[in-house]
């Protein structure tokens, strides 16, 4: 299975792991999960989200395709996160012998408004859609909350965690983001028009010129 390095040097040139994806690549579509109506802290505007969430997610994402689950958890250089860090992913897989493909590596970030020096604890882990309980992730996600994660980072100002999502096998990057939103990039635009055509008004109308320059030209 491919790494996260090699992959981004060979299809994803140029692009960082960092919100907003959006912005980074042209072949991208965002989304807005929320209908326009609801107010975002709406029990009933959150779970119709989180089902958009869920239907993006299972149309790009096939059982037989290989990825790669990021989740980056920013918090202070002097965090007790450390002290168990495999309490990140351990509820939301499966089978306990997918977590010895975890990787860990530490990233150093900038300070935070109190001058303290943040870093961003990146686990990489290589899997198939059915190792994981995808459902839980982008539900919690959709309602700000990470459970135990999220009351640990909670102790810090500005701490927080991002999941990413790739799909190895066909080169499409999925990011549900709080909001909630979703950003969808694709090496080959050919990969996501389908939902540029099946889901044309969830698309962010803020920035629907900007997508529809790129997926409703057929030359483009």
């Given at each position: 299975m491919q790494n996260l390095e090699s992959f981004f040097d060979q299809k994803?040139?140029?692009?960082?792991?960092?919100?907003?994806?959006?912005?980074?690549?042209?072949?991208?579509?965002?989304?807005?999960?929320?209908?326009?109506?609801?107010?975002?802290?709406?029990?009933?505007?959150?779970?119709?989200?989180?089902?958009?969430?869920?239907?993006?997610?299972?149309?790009?994402?096939?059982?037989?395709?290989?990825?790669?689950?990021i989740a980056d958890v920013r918090t202070t250089e002097d965090h007790l996160f450390l002290e168990e860090p495999l309490r990140v992913y351990r509820s939301y897989i499966k089978?306990?012998?997918?977590?010895?493909?975890?990787?860990?590596?530490?990233?150093?970030?900038?300070?935070?408004?109190?001058?303290?020096?943040?870093?961003v604890h990146r686990f990489t882990l290589g899997c198939r859609k059915m190792d994981i309980r995808y459902e839980l992730i982008l539900r919690e996600i959709c309602y700000k909350d990470f459970g135990e994660?999220?009351?640990?980072l909670d102790q810090k100002p500005q701490s927080g965690i991002e999941f990413y999502f790739i799909n190895l096998t066909r080169g499409i990057i999925y990011h549900l983001y709080d909001?909630?939103?979703?950003?969808?990039?694709?090496?080959?635009?050919?990969?996501?028009?389908?939902?540029?055509?099946?889901?044309?008004?969830?698309?962010?109308?803020?920035?629907?010129?900007?997508?529809?320059?790129?997926?409703?030209?057929?030359?483009?």
């Open positions: 994803f040139n140029g692009v960082t792991l960092q919100p907003p994806l959006f912005n980074s690549w042209d072949s991208a579509i965002r989304f807005d999960l929320l209908t326009p109506s609801s107010p975002i802290n709406h029990n009933d505007a959150l779970e119709h989200a989180f089902q958009r969430s869920i239907t993006l997610y299972d149309e790009v994402f096939r059982d037989e395709d290989e990825l790669l689950v089978q306990e012998d997918v977590l010895t493909k975890l990787r860990h590596e530490l990233i150093p970030d900038g300070c935070n408004e109190e001058g303290e020096q943040m870093v994660v999220m009351r640990q909001g909630p939103g979703c950003d969808v990039l694709a090496l080959k635009k050919e990969e996501i028009q389908f939902l540029y055509e099946s889901y044309n008004d969830w698309i962010r109308e803020e920035d629907r010129d900007q997508i529809d320059a790129v997926f409703s030209d057929p030359e483009s």
